[in-house]
């Protein structure tokens, strides 16, 4: 007797190869700095110096490993890194060879640690609060923060889905583009229709990555 083999439909095509990419390329920039990605104050802010970092035309690599000096430093709250001076930010910086960003960033860090505290005393739920739970609004409140632009911002919401369900799906063009490149679908709904919540972040990081 012949055994015929059925086609995979184009759902369960389409979990494989999010599946490959996950398995491939979907540790998130959180997850390459150390951050324990929470609702709390302390990641999300760890979070919003990571976003600081990478937006700047610098390798992410680089922008990690600096991440990681600052929190290895003990400045895991805008109000450690507030105290600590401009010189031993830069320095931190140095050493994870941020260069030529190394000052200008040691300024927008020190200016968005006082942003915080003042505005928000100190915890990124209530810029959330704030927003009322609109997305784009808590686009525009991030990009207060010095040196955060719209590309930086969608970092942060790539990043933040997983812990603020109101940002699902955040997909920007770059990983729309990804899933384009991979057969995947381009509508955000669809897409993040093929894994749970919780791995959006996952998700939104090996488009990006699997097409670099």
């Not at 709390?40 to 990571?50: A, D, G, K």
């Not at 005393?121 to 808590?138: Q, S, T």
């Amino acid at each position: 007797m012949t055994v015929q083999r059925r086609n995979k439909g184009p759902d369960a095509a389409a979990q494989d190869t999010v599946r490959r990419l996950m398995n491939e390329h979907g540790e998130t920039f959180a997850q390459q700095a150390g951050i324990r990605l929470k609702d709390e104050p302390s990641p999300l802010y760890r979070l919003l110096v990571l976003t600081t970092l990478l937006s700047v035309r610098i390798s992410a690599s680089i922008a990690v490993h600096a991440a990681r000096e600052i929190s290895a430093a003990g400045w895991r709250t805008p109000e450690a890194l507030r105290r600590a001076s401009w010189q031993e930010v830069v320095d931190a910086l140095g050493r994870a060879h941020y260069k030529r960003y190394d000052e200008s960033t040691a300024t927008a860090l020190h200016d968005g640690a006082g942003l915080l505290i003042d505005r928000w005393h100190g915890d990124l739920r209530r810029l959330r609060a704030e927003a009322e739970g609109d997305p784009g609004r808590i686009r525009e409140l991030l990009q207060e923060f010095r040196r955060i632009g719209p590309v930086g911002a969608e970092i942060f919401c790539r990043e933040a889905q997983g812990v603020w369900p109101e940002l699902r799906p955040a997909f920007d063009r770059r990983t729309l583009d990804g899933a384009a490149r991979n057969q995947l679908p381009r509508d955000p709904d669809r897409l993040a229709a093929l894994v749970e919540p919780g791995e959006l972040p996952r998700l939104a990081a090996a488009l990006v990555r699997g097409t670099l």
